[in-house]
T-cell receptor, first 116, second 118 residues
Framework: DVKVTQSSRYLVKRTGEKVFLECVQD?????MFWYRQDPGLGLRLIYF???????EKGDIPEGYSVSREKKERFSLILESASTNQTSMYLC???????????????FGEGSWLTVV | AQSVAQPEDQVNVAEGNPLTVKCTYS??????LFWYVQYPNRGLQFLLK??????LVKGSYGFEAEFNKSQTSFHLKKPSALVSDSALYFC????????????????FGSGTQLTVLP
């Protein structure tokens, strides 16, 4: 069965703290993604990675960075957390595609981050 | 750039009645279309996808979706709703072929909250 694991489900952090959100997938997927979900805005892509040490900015990368040192692990980093980063963060993964395959993206359970 | 519109924030339907959750899209070239469901405090679960072939796609939990190229729509349907279908539903799109990494991502709609009333 497909498994994307986000290690922290609920976090409360203070403004200015450095925050790490960890994600691990066990499906040997090449692509990994970090999304942010806010009411009325749907899911917005923060960063994605298609290979180890490779990353590309998504729609809202400001205030975030990522790390992918191993294929199975993709970390989202908030260098200095702010209250407007209070949100639900979703990690996802999928197989790499060449040409037209439409591989499904699989999601983790989400991490609720509150910045106070 | 691709986009998805889910015109209804909220859909209410009585248990046993048919349900429809609407989705329209915009993408260059042929689309790949997806539906996901999210239960409270959970991640997104894949329901179904359209890649090519039959316009009517069948997915998990009795859901199906109809691809209509001329209307650029991909509405989610179920013949008989259950209370347990109450959840947040997301439609997503990406182009069939991409030339840049930025198009690998799915673009999601804002979501439709489905409530099935007993």
């Amino acid at each position: 069965d497909v498994k994307v694991t986000q290690s922290s489900r609920y976090l409360v952090k203070r403004t200015g703290e450095k925050v790490f959100l960890e994600c691990v997938q066990d499906m040997d997927h090449e692509n990994m993604f970090w999304y942010r979900q806010d009411p009325g805005l749907g899911l917005r892509l923060i960063y994605f990675s298609y290979d180890v040490k490779m990353k590309e900015k998504g729609d809202i990368p400001e205030g975030y960075s990522v790390s992918r040192e191993k294929k199975e692990r993709f970390s989202l980093i908030l260098e200095s957390a702010s209250t407007n980063q209070t949100s639900m963060y979703l990690c996802a993964s999928s197989l790499f595609e060449q040409g037209a395959r439409g591989n499904t993206i699989y999601f983790g359970e989400g991490s609720w981050l509150t910045v106070v | 750039a691709q986009s998805v519109a889910q015109p209804e924030d909220q859909v209410n339907v009585a248990e046993g009645n048919p349900l429809t959750v609407k989705c329209t899209y915009s993408v260059s070239g042929n689309p790949y279309l997806f539906w996901y469901v999210q239960y409270p405090n959970r991640g997104l679960q894949f329901l179904l996808k359209y890649i090519t072939g039959d316009n009517l796609v069948k997915g998990s939990y009795g859901f199906e979706a109809e691809f209509n190229k001329s209307q650029t729509s991909f509405h989610l349907k179920k013949p008989s709703a259950l209370v347990s279908d109450s959840a947040l539903y997301f439609c997503a799109v990406r182009p069939e072929v991409f030339s840049s990494g930025s198009a690998r991502q799915l673009t999601f709609g804002s979501g439709t909250q489905l409530t099935v009333l007993p």
